[in-house]
């Protein structure tokens, strides 16, 4: 019998949503799909959004790619950029690239994104015109920018006018001729539009409203614009801005169903079930698309739909724009104006300060939101918008902002992130909220914008919401760790990496000597650091450091977990989950000699004994002990559980003994401490039964050997396992999770699990340390047994044998 | 007032650690700082009864290992932004020997 064999999956276009599908589609089934990707750009995937601020001189190229190159290599997908495909035969189910190169898929996923719209204007195909759409537009127009020429932007909406100040940025004397009346007039109303007008002239642009384009002049290259009133515009670079036009022309060449975009349904499909399709390339429900946060949906759909979930279904989210221009602040959302008598407007207008905000209600919800100046409030409004909330309460006060609306606030001015809820959406385009940032700064003690990014993607697409992120982590950290954001606690400025650094340098070995050496604020340290000291100490000298009981949470002081009612639980080891009817019969008996009141199968295949008395302890385990049963560490900062199927020896797909394995990844692994808890899996066929891809290390076994996957987490917040690699034998999975479990054993912050640590460090880390440096991961695993010898020893036995017999004693009773 | 009673030798806890007393209005912890002084407040964190005895000590703070409130073993007062206040016990240290008050507790800062 065979692993099942993988499907090839191959992609048209190497952009944005087609990019972020198959991100989502690694992170839900990384083992379904070889992948293949077509990009017409020479570029691996960038953030097209970028290109205005690489236009304006804030970024270069390199800041803006998003997959490197050696990420595709990682994931093992296959890139040919520069190589459009030209051809697609939905009947043979093979695409044709420019190259020659065929390829067979059994999935096809076009992201092939839009073309500008280019009008059909004598001139238009004269050197010194371009669109701005890609690395190769944003080039010419540098190259221009160069030689000091002058600029002519075609379109004054969103991406003309960043386009206009990008080149005004570089030097280049401006205009904008611009069809309408007013700027940007789809996201804004006629007076905020004039407001960014009277601003963009102060910054030295020049305008020529209600101006309609006849054609671009020129003998040899593009001298300038001549207009249908007679005007004309002197310009050497003649930028086109006025639209874009979804790219359906291979989509409708194979014959698929295509209207303005090509059509999908709610699951991406296109009208051939083997196609699937992406971004702004596609209709959906009649819609077409032009900005990132609707695609980021898709993508997340689509590889739902990829992965095999028939329920997932793409609904189009609320969308708001902002202008990126720096220093100018735009917002709006929803509807410009009221549209008949049942709406409302409510307008504020500070023109010496240049501010103006409307906010169209009706039925006492808000339906729209525009502003200019002061965008502070913007992200609030959107999510009243979104939520169709009742504003009749705060509507006479609604538009000073939310810090005004809600009396009990006050506000501090600038953007009050205090006042802002917690579900209140900060980052639009990936849709991430405050509450999800503050939370990602706590648990996972971020420090800085660049950490927020990573962990929570907010301000990651087009950094509009960076001042807003950076201003929550200055609340968040500020209040939480009293501005020592970087210190492992308030007892040292010192991060855990340095004090780790420092405990092996300067071979520190007890607490003492780490907080005298390094000059701790307090003597005896905090709840905070001795903790987090303590196990530092005992991974860098495991045959010398005696551990501090005293500096450990009371449920690793006492191996029972503490219940919220002062007593405790109690869970013995199953190997691997498995279990004999005599430690059944031992487990029984205790619970009935102790009366138990709570038995339960754990979520990690074990057993549950709950609400044992402290005083209890030490006779419940000597019972458990005598029938072989020892410390589940079910309350260790450790190794916890290693699930397991029944594989080869009973299931009729198993195509390795994954119960065995597991067994013996539990019995290398138990009584180790790490600096979060850690939990095994291993299945026994890509079925995935023992849910291997959601543990800190995984193991899948194929009829070739066993995948080794690592970083999952199944707790608070869900992250599938990375891919580390493929291996032939048993023994070879023990050494490299023993290695895999050292390095983070050593290199991971205390309280950091496996899944914020690989996302933190990055897989290339991982896979260089175990994949490519044989000789490191070997003298890792060394490490581990190392230390292991003195670890793998059975608390709960030595506690019947009287070790810290005062814990479990009252000191007196007195009347 | 000559109510002392005498409860055990401050060997008995350990450094940054704590033992309970069970006595007749409930039961009470007693800390043992890292520098030998000794605190006594009844073993029930202000915030949902969790058993301080149980939590980390340092300096003059103990951790409630349920929700991580910190309580003063001085006052028995939570440290802010918690608000709350679990009863201290007057304790004394006499030679190694420690000594609680039970019949006239210290009073409540305040609640
Ligand atoms: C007993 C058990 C629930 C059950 O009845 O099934 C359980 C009980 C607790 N879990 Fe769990 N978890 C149990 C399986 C899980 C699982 C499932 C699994 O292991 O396959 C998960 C998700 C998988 C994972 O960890 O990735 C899980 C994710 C958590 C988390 C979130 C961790 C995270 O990184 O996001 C916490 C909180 C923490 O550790 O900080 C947590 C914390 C807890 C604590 C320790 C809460 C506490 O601090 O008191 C609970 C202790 C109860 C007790 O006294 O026994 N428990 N917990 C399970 C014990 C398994 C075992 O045999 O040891
Ligand atoms: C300058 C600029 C600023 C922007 N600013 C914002 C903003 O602030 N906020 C916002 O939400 N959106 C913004 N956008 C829009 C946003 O960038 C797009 O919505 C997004 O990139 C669309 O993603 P996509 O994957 O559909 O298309 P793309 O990212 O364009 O990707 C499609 C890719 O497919 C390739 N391709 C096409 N045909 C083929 C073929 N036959 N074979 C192989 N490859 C092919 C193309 O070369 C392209 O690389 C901006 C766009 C631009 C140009
Ligand atoms: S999910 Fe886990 S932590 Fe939450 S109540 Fe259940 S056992 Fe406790
Ligand atoms: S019971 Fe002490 S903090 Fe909740």
């Known amino acids: ?815 | 007032m000559n109510d002392w009673i005498k409860i055990g030798r401050l060997s008995d806890i350990p450094r940054l650690g704590a033992r309970t007393v069970e006595t007749a209005q409930g039961q009470v912890a007693v800390f043992r700082t890292q520098d030998d002084e000794v605190f006594a407040l009844f073993n029930r964190c202000p915030h949902k009864g969790g058993p301080l005895s149980e939590g980390i000590v340092s300096g003059r703070v103990v951790v409630c290992p349920l929700h991580n409130w910190t309580i003063d073993l001085v006052t028995g007062e939570a440290t802010a932004p918690d608000e709350g206040c679990t009863r201290p016990v007057v304790v004394k240290l006499v030679d190694g020997d420690i000594f609680l008050e039970l019949a006239v507790s210290k009073k409540v800062a305040h609640g």
Not at chain 1, 701 to 711: F, H, N, T
């Open chain 1, 1 to 815: 019998m065979n692993a099942i064999p993988r499907q090839k999956l191959v992609v048209i276009g190497n952009g944005m949503a087609g990019m972020r599908t198959v991100e989502e589609l690694l992170k839900l089934a990384p083992a379904r799909f070889d992948i293949t990707v077509f990009g017409a750009e020479p570029h691996p995937n960038y953030n097209r959004i970028m290109l205005s601020s690489v236009l304006a001189g804030e970024k270069q190229v390199d800041d803006i790619i998003i997959n490197t190159l050696d990420w595709y290599r990682d994931n093992g997908i296959t890139l040919h950029t520069g190589n459009p495909v030209m051809s697609m035969d939905p009947a043979a189910k093979t695409v044709t690239a420019a190259s020659g190169l065929v390829v067979p898929y059994d999935r096809l996923l076009l992201a092939t994104g839009s073309k500008p719209l280019m009008p059909p204007l004598p001139g238009l195909d004269l050197p010194g015109v371009v669109a701005f759409r890609d690395i190769a537009d944003v080039e010419k127009m540098l190259d221009a920018a160069d030689k000091k020429q002058r600029a002519v932007v075609i379109g004054g909406g969103l991406l003309g006018l960043e386009a206009a100040w990008g080149l005004r940025r570089r030097g280049m004397p401006t205009a904008v001729v611009h069809l309408m009346d007013t700027l940007m007039e789809r996201q804004l109303d006629v007076e905020a539009g004039h407001l960014l007008q009277k601003d963009l002239t102060e910054r030295g642009l020049h305008f020529f409203m209600g101006g309609q384009t006849e054609e671009v002049v020129g003998t040899s290259r593009a001298e300038g614009l001549k207009l249908t009133d007679g005007r004309t515009v002197p310009a050497d670079l003649v930028v086109v801005a006025i639209g874009i036009r979804p790219n359906v022309d291979l989509a409708k060449s194979a014959g698929l169903d295509v209207n303005r975009g090509i059509v999908v349904g709610d699951d991406m499909k296109t009208s051939d079930d083997a196609v699937y399709s992406v971004g702004e390339c596609v209709e959906h429900r009649g819609q077409v698309f032009g900005l990132v946060a609707p695609l980021w949906e898709q993508a997340k759909v689509c590889a739902a739909s990829l992965a095999g979930d028939p329920d997932a279904i793409y609904v189009t989210p609320a969308l708001s724009t902002r202008l990126k221009i720096t220093g100018i602040d735009v917002f709006s959302a929803g509807q410009l104006a009221a549209q008949d008598e049942a709406d409302e407007e409510l307008i504020y207008r500070d023109s010496a300060k240049g501010i103006y905000k409307k906010l169209v209600l009706r039925d006492s919800k808000v339906v729209g939101a525009v502003m200019y100046g002061d965008v502070a409030d913007g992200a609030w409004y959107f999510q009243l918008i979104r939520e169709k909330a009742d504003v009749a309460e705060m509507r006479d006060r609604m538009i000073f902002g939310q810090a005004y609306a809600d009396v009990s606030c006050k506000g501090k001015g600038g953007v009050d992130v205090a006042a802002m809820s917690d579900d209140a959406q900060v980052c639009g385009c990936n849709g991430v909220s405050k509450g999800a940032i503050v939370k990602a700064i706590t648990e996972k003690g971020l420090t800085s914008l660049d950490e927020v990014k990573a962990h929570t993607k907010a301000s990651a697409s087009c950094g509009q919401c960076a001042s807003v992120v950076q201003a929550i982590l200055a609340h968040t950290t500020g209040e939480v760790v009293e501005a020592k954001a970087a210190g492992m606690c308030g007892c040292t400025d010192l991060s855990h990496d340095a004090v780790r650094h420092e405990i092996i340098a300067q071979k520190l070995k007890t607490m003492d000597a780490v907080r005298g050496a390094l000059g701790w604020h307090n003597h005896d340290g905090c709840a905070k650091c001795r903790p987090a000291l303590n196990y530092y100490l005992l991974c860098a000298w495991p045959a010398e450091y005696v551990d501090d009981g005293q500096s450990r949470f009371i449920n690793e002081r006492v191996h029972a977990n503490i219940q919220k009612d002062g007593t405790y639980s109690v869970i013995p080891r199953m190997w691997g989950g498995l279990t004999t009817p005599s430690e059944l019969r031992a487990i029984a008996d205790v619970a009935d000699k102790f009366k138990i009141p709570t038995v339960k199968v754990t979520g990690g295949q074990r057993i549950d004994l709950l609400g044992v008395k402290k005083e209890q302890l030490p006779e419940v385990w000597a019972d458990l002990n005598k029938a072989g049963l020892v410390s589940g560490h079910g309350y260790a900062k450790g190794l916890r559980t290693v699930k397991t199927c029944v594989g080869s020896e009973w299931c009729r797909f198993g195509t390795q003994d994954s119960t065995g394995l597991g067994v013996k990844l539990e019995k290398l692994m138990w009584g180790s401490w790490t600096p979060h808890k850690v939990k095994l899996a291993v299945s026994g066929c890509p079925r995935n039964c023992a849910e291997a891809s959601i543990k800190d290390i995984g193991i899948i076994c194929v009829e070739a050997g066993y995948d080794i996957l690592v970083g999952g987490n199944g707790g608070i917040e869900l992250r599938g396992t990375d891919y580390l690699t493929r291996v032939a034998t048993e023994d070879e999975v023990l050494e490299y999770s023993g290695a895999i479990m050292q390095i983070y054993r050593e290199e991971a912050r205390y309280l950091e699990r496996t899944a914020p640590w690989v996302e933190r460090v990055g897989m290339d880390y991982v896979k260089k340390r175990i994949l490519d440096d044989e000789s490191g991961r070997k003298a890792a695993y060394a490490r581990f047994l190392h230390s292991q010898k003195y670890a793998q020893i059975d608390p709960w036995a030595e506690r019947v044998a009287g070790v810290d017999a005062h814990q479990f004693k009252t000191l007196a009773e007195v009347e």
